[in-house]
């Protein structure tokens, strides 16, 4: 963790050097959760660094609109306008990447309609960003400035079926028991309440401890990523899901986040 936070200090510093407004560090565990939510989509993770962001979609008349639930989609609120359209721009004026120099960025596309209608929908509306998104093939992977993965209603027999796409698909822990490739489930996401007893208060339990710390090592020995949501939102529970090693941490509060992660870094923990 030292290692990342020296790395983002450096990259502002050489922003700062060559006479340009320093760009807000990428934080590369970071998950903006239901970040459609927010009063700026998108650009209010982007401002805090996020290097994830959660986007739920519901096929409307052959449209791909993001909301929470189905009466709140509105025509103006899709996929491309929210999401798509404003990475493209900025990964353009970067150099091509989201953060200059910095990580892929997940966008995290949460399926709550039909599986397999929804996923070829989303297909036809990923083509013409085909040039800044990662291809996922039967024996590869091609990391690019946009990673998009899906959850939700996930097409699992499509997919599979499928030796090159611009999507890869979101596993849960039970998938662990029967590995996948990690070119086609790269990340494996799942709901904390299920597994775990500790909400957040008092210290959080050494058997659960523990738990997690395995769950996580077994994931990374088949090149997954962990996502975990429904986990506690504040610092205490931030600081066991970094020290587990999970790779993104789900919030609702970005800013605080920021600031947790920041004040970790080695200038301000000697």
């Known amino acids: 963790m030292k290692t990342i936070v020296w790395g983002l200090a450096l990259l502002s510093a050489a922003w700062t050097a060559a006479g340009d407004t320093a760009p807000p560090a990428p934080l590369p565990c970071a998950h903006a959760h239901n970040d459609y939510e927010h009063q700026r989509p998108l650009l209010d993770a982007l401002d805090c660094g996020f290097c994830s962001v959660e986007a739920d979609v519901w096929l409307v008349d052959g449209q791909l609109l993001v909301a929470h639930n189905r009466s709140q989609t509105r025509k103006e609120r899709s996929l491309q306008s929210l999401y798509l359209d404003p990475l493209r721009e900025r990964v353009k004026k970067n150099g091509g990447r989201v953060y200059p120099g910095g990580p892929s960025v997940t966008l995290l596309i949460d399926f ?20 800044i998104l ?11 400035a946009i990673t998009v993965i899906i959850s939700g209603n996930r097409p699992l027999e499509l997919m599979q079926s499928e030796p090159d796409r611009l999507a890869a698909y979101d596993g849960r822990l039970a998938d662990l028991e029967v590995p996948a490739s990690p070119h086609y489930m790269p990340l494996i996401s799942d709901n904390w309440t299920t597994h775990f007893q500790w909400r957040g208060r008092g210290p959080l339990p050494e058997g659960e401890r523990e738990k997690l710390k395995q769950l996580v090592a077994k994931a990374h020995q088949q090149g997954k990523r962990v996502r975990l949501w429904a986990a506690p939102d504040l610092p205490a529970a931030w600081r066991e899901l970094l ?10 509060d970005m800013d605080g986040f920021r600031r947790f992660f920041l004040d970790r870094s080695p200038s301000k923990t000697k």
Do not use: C, M, Q
């Open 112 to 131: 709550k309609t039909d599986a397999t209608t929804t996923y070829r929908a989303l297909n036809e509306i990923l083509k013409p960003y085909e040039t």
């Open 134 to 144: 990662t291809a996922f093939h039967s024996n590869r992977t091609e990391t690019n």
């Open 243 to 252: 020290a587990a090693g999970v790779d993104l941490i789900n919030t609702d």
